[in-house]
């Protein structure tokens, strides 16, 4: 049983309290296994997380995000063929989109030392993090968590022997700090909802 499983047991959801309680007991130590340190440094970063366990869960998700901001029948940016179909299917269109309400992606990776993404061309074409809209959905997998971003370099020339991506960047901050933080100097918050698909 994977270690996500565990913490979220699908039969028995925990409330909002209980996993923040269960998050406080993650510390971000190089001990911890990388999906707890991903959990914790991302939460911590104001990501929201939903866990699926199969792709019908990821669909019925998305469903969820898009009632819960109503996006039903607006605008997506999307540069992705593979996930044409799961905004076809909610009537988004992502054809030149002017005003797009939000931005659906895979990734890279998930760094787990920091609570970030990873983005390459790939996904995200040659834009840059604050030329994104502000709202951002990511559908990742538990096997694209990794320990740092060297490690996340490391797999992107493994990846892309010949077809190297270019404009690989990571976004880490997911709300808007309440006091300046000059440690997001330069950075764009955005919200973002991350989809981790099981597939260990």
């Not at 609570?115 to 997998?141: C, D």
């Not at 490690?151 to 020339?157: E, Q, R, Y």
Request: proline fraction near 4%; glycine fraction near 4%.
């Amino acid at each position: 049983m994977s270690l996500f499983r565990k913490f979220f047991g699908t039969n028995n959801p925990a409330s909002e309290e209980e996993k923040d309680n269960e998050y406080s007991k993650f510390s971000p130590d190089n001990d911890a296994p990388l999906e707890e340190q991903f959990i914790y440094n991302f939460k911590k970063n104001g990501g929201k997380f939903l866990y699926c366990e199969n792709e019908i869960e990821v669909k019925d998700h998305l469903e969820n995000i898009l009632e819960e901001n109503d996006w039903f029948e607006s605008e997506a940016l999307c540069y992705e063929p593979e996930l044409f179909n799961m905004l076809e299917e909610n009537k988004i269109a992502f054809d030149k989109p002017a005003n797009p309400s939000f931005f659906l992606a895979s990734c890279e990776n998930l760094i787990a030392d920091e609570g970030s993404i990873l983005f390459s061309s790939k996904q995200i074409k040659q834009r840059k993090p604050n030329e994104l809209p502000a709202n951002i959905i990511i559908i990742a997998t538990t096997s694209q968590i990794i320990g740092t971003k060297s490690d996340g370099l490391s797999v992107i020339k493994k990846k892309y022997v010949k077809d190297y991506p270019t404009n690989i960047t990571t976004i880490k901050y997911f709300e808007k700090a309440a006091e300046e933080d000059f440690t997001q100097y330069g950075s764009t918050a955005k919200n973002l909802y991350l989809l981790l698909l099981e597939d260990q």
